[in-house]
C-alpha cells in the first residue's frame, strides 16, 4: 500500500519546468521518498561535495540555515536540476524530476529547522 501512496504522488509531481522558487515539495515527509532520496544521495555521489551527512566539504553544509541558492524546496530542486555557477553541475539530464524530489525531501529530513 506505500508503494501505491508513492506511485500517486509521483504521478503528480509537477515537471522541470512546473517548478518555481515556491513549489512545495509534493514528497514532504513522506518516509519511502526519504529513504529512496537517501539511496540516490549515495548512488549519485552527492556525499562526495555534501558528505554522508550532509554537513559540507567541498560543497556547502545542507544541514544548517545558511542557503546560498535558497532553502525552499522549489529552489532546492532548481538548484538541483539546474546547477550552479560555482561547481554544482546539473542533474536534470541524469535524474527525473521525481528523483529529484526524493532527494529534496532525504535534504529536508535532515535540515535542522
Known sequence: MKYLVLALA??????????TADTANPLAGQADAIE????????MNCA???AYDLT???????TDNSWQ??????????TIA??????????????TPDQIW????????????
Open 36 to 43: 529512496a532520496g537517501h539511496a540516490l544521495f549515495g548512488q
Open 10 to 19: 509521483l504521478a503528480t509531481t509537477p515537471a522541470f519546468a512546473q517548478v
Open 56 to 62: 559540507g566539504g567541498m560543497g556547502p553544509d545542507l
Open 69 to 78: 541558492y535558497g532553502g525552499k524546496p522549489g529552489e532546492i530542486f532548481h
Open 102 to 113: 526524493q532527494i529534496v525531501t532525504y535534504i529536508q529530513s535532515k535540515h535542522a529547522n
Open 82 to 95: 539546474e546547477g550552479t555557477p560555482r561547481g554544482m553541475p546539473a542533474w536534470k539530464d541524469k535524474l
Open 48 to 50: 562526495g561535495c555534501h
